[in-house]
């Protein structure tokens, strides 16, 4: 009879809980088992509580023949305990890596992702050295168009624009003044009244009146002498 050493679920979803039989290899996963060594609970925060072994018994059936899966081996190896079918299994891996690098080929999943890896990183590195190449470029060109346009000088201002600068104070100046606040208007001051002249009849007039005033009095004074005499 083959035996083998392996791993049986138990527990509920997300709770897994596993126990470690010692079974016929004939029989199914949750069939009949022969003895019962341990069991592992991976979900346990403290590594030294996970595991519980009965190394004796393991040793036991080690030596009766009894084959351990690959999840028992690895937890045979953690707890230290050593068998033949570990080495065996290592050297069958070193072996046929050896011949998968003679051949070139990829041996495992690690290696293949390891590679893509390197080209990812490779191809990274060529586009960020190819785009550090043009902009470099496109500055080298920036740089040679400034050197050949000559520098933009300011163009003199022209007679026209004075005059305009003028219009534009004299605008200013003609603006309506602002009215005060209230809506009162401001009130302007009034001219000084002069004396209106006098009309050319009254002018006239003055310089004949006075004439006959001279010629009454002469004409007095004539009558006066002649009744003296």
Excluded at 92 to 113: D, P, V, Y
Excluded at 184 to 194: H, I, L
Aim: negative net charge; glycine residues 4%.
């Amino acid at each position: 009879m083959a035996v083998k050493i392996r791993m049986t679920r138990m527990g509920r979803r997300h709770r897994p809980f596993f126990r470690i039989n010692v079974v016929d290899s004939r029989t199914p996963r949750d069939g009949r088992i022969v003895e019962k060594v341990g069991h592992y609970d991976p979900l346990l925060n403290d590594s030294d509580k996970q595991i519980v072994l009965n190394v004796e018994r393991v040793k036991y059936w080690l030596d009766k023949g009894a084959i351990p899966s690959d999840s028992v081996s690895q937890i045979l190896l953690r707890l230290g305990v050593k068998h033949k079918y570990a080495e065996q299994k290592a050297s069958k891996a070193e072996r046929a890596r050896a011949i998968a690098k003679a051949k070139g080929k990829l041996f495992n999943s690690t290696q293949r992702i390891e590679v893509q890896k390197a080209a990812e990183a490779a191809e990274a590195k060529a586009q960020a050295e190819a785009e550090a190449k043009t902009e470099k470029a496109k500055t080298e060109e920036k740089a040679a168009e400034a050197e050949e346009k000559p520098e933009a000088k300011p163009e003199p201002k022209t007679k026209t624009e004075e005059p305009k600068a003028e219009e534009k104070a004299a605008v200013a100046e003609e603006k309506p003044e602002v009215k005060p606040e209230g809506g009162a208007k401001a009130e302007e001051p009034k001219a000084e009244e002069e004396p209106e002249p006098a009309t050319e009849p009254e002018a006239k007039e003055a310089p004949a009146a006075k004439a006959e005033a001279e010629t009454q009095g002469e004409e007095a004074k004539v009558e006066d002498e002649e009744k003296k005499e």
